[in-house]
């Protein structure tokens, strides 16, 4: 499942962070997850830190753990694993909240990003081939986005490597560009700390379809990118739809009241036990859009440490998706699926993104 695969890197969830003034570490969270690099930092900064990552999806099967296909036709992140008989525990629960269907972008809900977006605004996944990551645009152009430019290395431990893209994405016809101002950062591997430098970009563009070009840190980029337009965007949603309990096994929770007020807490080996406050609104507010801008500080349990900057805000997106958790008893559709919340955050080279599944 190519699509599947294309999401392996969202779940860069929680992975290691390097303490600060330290090197990049690396291995597995206690999940078995991959390790991605996420170090923060200013331009001048210590480093810092990483999230997880998981590499290569396993095709949808029976209810194992939650082993979870995404639901999503446009391809995306990587299968979540819930450990110790969660995903037993999660379909006896909420059995009412599996669904037969998922949204798709030529039968769009009425008000959802699809049916009245400009066709650039949402969520996009990379194409089949292309490296694992994710991308959100906003109405204005906003770009924020991560690939995982190379995986884990299981011999030697190394997280991975990342490229985090940030700045504004410009549409004239057929064709886009990064405007001035964007950059892109290198995070993970062997880098000791971040490494920032102007981006560039262009290519065609077909909208709420597919996109694709080349990118890069000079003038003359060769970096190729597609992504298509995740099937999330045809999804008409309201601030109550991110309202409730969302978790990815023991590595993240989170509870959204239905004013947006977010409280929630990451727990890893390696980024040590953070605590997230603030808030997850509709991005544009009375619209059915499915877009919601996050804003979230973290801090300290006590106790326990953090890896995380405490003194730094992390910006970014979510959306509502969905989350295939297998078949009743075969590896072949019709898939049952539940609601998941996919986000990402960001403050200079200091990042995580995560898809969660509804409690």
């Given at each position: 499942?190519?699509?599947?695969?294309?999401?392996?890197?969202?779940?860069?969830?929680?992975?290691?962070?390097?303490?600060?003034?330290?090197?990049?570490?690396?291995?597995?969270?206690?999940?078995?997850?991959?390790?991605?690099?996420?170090q923060?930092?200013?331009?001048?900064?210590a480093?810092s830190?990483?999230?997880?990552a998981?590499?290569?999806?396993?095709?949808?099967?029976?209810?194992?753990?939650?082993?979870?296909?995404?639901?999503?036709?446009?391809?995306?992140?990587?299968?979540?694993?819930?450990?110790?008989?969660?995903?037993?525990?999660?379909?006896?629960?909420?059995?009412?909240e599996?669904?037969?269907?998922?949204?798709?972008?030529?039968?769009?809900?009425?008000?959802?990003?699809?049916?009245?977006?400009?066709?650039?605004?949402?969520?996009?996944?990379?194409s089949?081939?292309?490296?694992?990551?994710?991308?959100?645009?906003?109405?204005?152009?906003?770009?924020?986005?991560?690939e995982q430019?190379s995986?884990?290395?299981?011999?030697?431990?190394?997280?991975?490597r990342?490229?985090?893209?940030?700045?504004?994405?410009?549409?004239?016809?057929?064709?886009?560009?990064?405007?001035?101002?964007?950059?892109?950062?290198?995070?993970?591997?062997?880098?000791?700390?971040?490494?920032?430098?102007?981006?560039?970009?262009?290519?065609?563009?077909?909208?709420?379809?597919?996109f694709?070009g080349?990118?890069?840190?000079?003038t003359?980029p060769?970096?190729?990118?597609?992504?298509n337009?995740?099937?999330?965007?045809?999804?008409?949603?309201?601030?109550?739809?991110?309202?409730?309990?969302?978790?990815?096994?023991?590595?993240?929770?989170?509870?959204?009241?239905?004013?947006?007020?977010?409280?929630?807490r990451?727990?890893?080996?390696?980024?040590?036990?953070?605590?997230l406050?603030?808030?997850?609104?509709?991005?544009?507010?009375?619209?059915?859009?499915?877009?919601?801008?996050?804003?979230?500080?973290?801090?300290?349990?006590?106790?326990?440490?953090?890896?995380?900057?405490?003194?730094?805000?992390?910006?970014?997106?979510a959306?509502?998706?969905?989350?295939?958790?297998?078949?009743?008893?075969?590896?072949?559709?019709?898939y049952?699926?539940?609601?998941?919340?996919?986000?990402?955050?960001?403050?200079?080279?200091?990042?995580?993104?995560?898809?969660?599944?509804?409690?």
């Amino acid at each position: 499942m190519n699509a599947l695969f294309a999401r392996a890197a969202l779940l860069a969830l929680l992975t290691s962070l390097a303490s600060c003034g330290g090197g990049g570490g690396g291995g597995s969270d206690a999940s078995g997850l991959p390790v991605a690099q996420q170090q923060p930092s200013p331009p001048a900064a210590a480093s810092s830190a990483p999230l997880a990552a998981s590499e290569k999806p396993d095709d949808p099967g029976p209810v194992q753990g939650l082993v979870a296909a995404q639901a999503d036709n446009a391809g995306g992140i990587s299968p979540l694993r819930a450990q110790g008989g969660t995903g037993f525990a999660l379909l006896s629960r909420r059995i009412s909240e599996l669904h037969g269907e998922t949204p798709a972008n030529d039968k769009p809900d009425p008000g959802s990003t699809t049916a009245i977006g400009s066709g650039t605004e949402g969520l996009w996944y990379p194409s089949a081939g292309m490296r694992p990551g994710i991308a959100f645009i906003d109405a204005a152009g906003k770009y924020l986005a991560y690939e995982q430019s190379s995986p884990v290395d299981p011999d030697t431990g190394r997280a991975a490597r990342y490229s985090l893209y940030g700045g504004a994405w410009a549409v004239s016809g057929s064709t886009w560009t990064f405007a001035p101002g964007s950059n892109i950062t290198f995070t993970g591997g062997s880098l000791p700390v971040p490494m920032n430098t102007v981006l560039f970009g262009s290519g065609t563009f077909t909208p709420a379809r597919h996109f694709e070009g080349l990118t890069g840190a000079s003038t003359a980029p060769n970096t190729p990118i597609a992504y298509n337009y995740a099937s999330a965007n045809a999804r008409a949603v309201s601030q109550a739809d991110i309202a409730g309990s969302w978790f990815h096994d023991s590595l993240f929770s989170a509870t959204i009241a239905p004013n947006g007020d977010f409280s929630g807490r990451v727990s890893t080996r390696d980024v040590g036990t953070c605590l997230l406050q603030g808030t997850a609104v509709q991005t544009y507010a009375g619209t059915a859009k499915n877009l919601y801008t996050v804003k979230l500080t973290p801090s300290v349990e006590p106790g326990r440490g953090c890896g995380l900057q405490t003194d730094w805000v992390y910006e970014g997106f979510a959306s509502i998706t969905t989350t295939a958790v297998g078949a009743a008893s075969t590896n072949s559709p019709p898939y049952w699926y539940v609601r998941s919340i996919t986000l990402m955050v960001r403050k200079y080279g200091s990042w995580f993104a995560v898809e969660a599944i509804k409690r």
